[in-house]
């Protein structure tokens, strides 16, 4: 297995500061090893990065929300996100979900996937088939039916070539849908990229979400990214109102030093200049996607 390099061990703040309970999206917990054994054939191991180097991250940048994604290394064993959803939000009021792998809802029994659910967890993600995850037609049927059950959303991974032929797994769907990482299409290929196509596509349908997402992987250029903002300002304006963003720290399956995530919300205002728009990204929209109780608006 592959050594990958861990996250930027000093965050800073953005240069301007965020709107009160602003979403950090996509991020992803991983050890003590010791702890949280990798499951065999796991398709990579990411250094250590527990909940409280994240909540220390979100107290840094100013993100008072979150999502931990699971990430394949655990498959359905979900401990290391249940016990990071315990410690973030203690006591207080619920201001981090859960999103959990797929192979869980095939893997698992009913009473496994309630215990997600009060937990916080509220979909699954359909994770790229080179992370050693996949599913036949009648599995995939299972699954997706088994989210319609719990009433949580899918979560699409895009393939490192794009979104656009894995989607059609999905395109009928009628429950919400987040397709994460811009779809992963190329930004030097403008609206003739495929997967962006399609994403413009789905987009005009109520429930396809997209995450502004893997700038500093999709970027030819390298920091500061400038030839990904036309592509996040091309699904911005397409649908305003369902784009999340997310960091997804520690930044998985990374070969070059990964981004400092101050930087990274830097570019988000550039992709969203406006403080409307930037509220709608941070706060409104993953609201609404997850489910954030509204309550803890009033006390923020």
């Not at 930027?8 to 991020?27: E, I, M, T, V, Y």
């Not at 994604?69 to 996100?81: E, I, K, L, N, S």
């Not at 299972?142 to 656009?164: F, H, I, S, T």
Request: net charge negative; proline share 9%.
């Amino acid at each position: 297995m592959p050594d990958y390099l861990p996250f930027n061990p000093h965050p800073r703040p953005p240069a301007a500061p965020l709107p009160a309970l602003a979403c950090d999206s996509q991020f992803h917990v991983f050890g003590p090893r010791e702890r949280y054994p990798v499951r065999p054939g796991a398709a990579y191991e990411m250094p250590t990065a527990t909940w409280q180097v994240a909540q220390r991250l979100h107290a840094t940048l100013g993100l008072q929300r979150g999502v931990i994604v699971q990430a394949t290394t655990y498959g359905a064993d979900h401990q290391v996100v249940l016990d990071a959803l315990a410690g973030l939000n203690g006591t207080g009021p619920r201001r981090y979900l859960g999103c959990a792998n797929a192979a869980v809802l095939l893997e698992r029994d009913d009473d496994y996937l309630a215990t997600l659910h009060a937990a916080g967890v509220r979909g699954a993600r359909f994770t790229r088939g080179g992370l050693g995850i996949s599913f036949g037609p009648a599995e995939m049927d299972r699954a997706l039916a088994r989210v319609r059950e719990l009433g949580w959303y899918v979560k699409v991974q895009p393939e490192p070539n794009g979104v656009a032929e894995q989607m059609k797994a999905f395109a009928d769907l009628d429950v919400p849908v987040l397709v994460d990482h811009m779809g992963r299409a190329d930004p030097a290929a403008g609206d003739a990229d495929p997967s962006l196509r399609c994403l413009l596509q789905l987009l005009e349908r109520g429930n396809f979400w997209v995450m502004l997402s893997l700038s500093e992987k999709l970027s030819h250029q390298g920091e500061p990214w400038d030839d990904v903002v036309p592509l996040a300002q091309r699904l911005l304006q397409a649908a305003p109102q369902r784009c999340v963003w997310g960091s997804d720290w520690p930044h998985p399956v990374s070969v070059k030093q990964p981004p400092n995530e101050g930087a990274l919300l830097d570019l988000l205002r550039r992709f969203a200049p406006d403080d409307t728009t930037l509220r709608r990204v941070l706060v409104d929209n993953p609201a609404e996607f997850f489910g954030f109780d509204a309550t803890v608006e009033a006390t923020a």
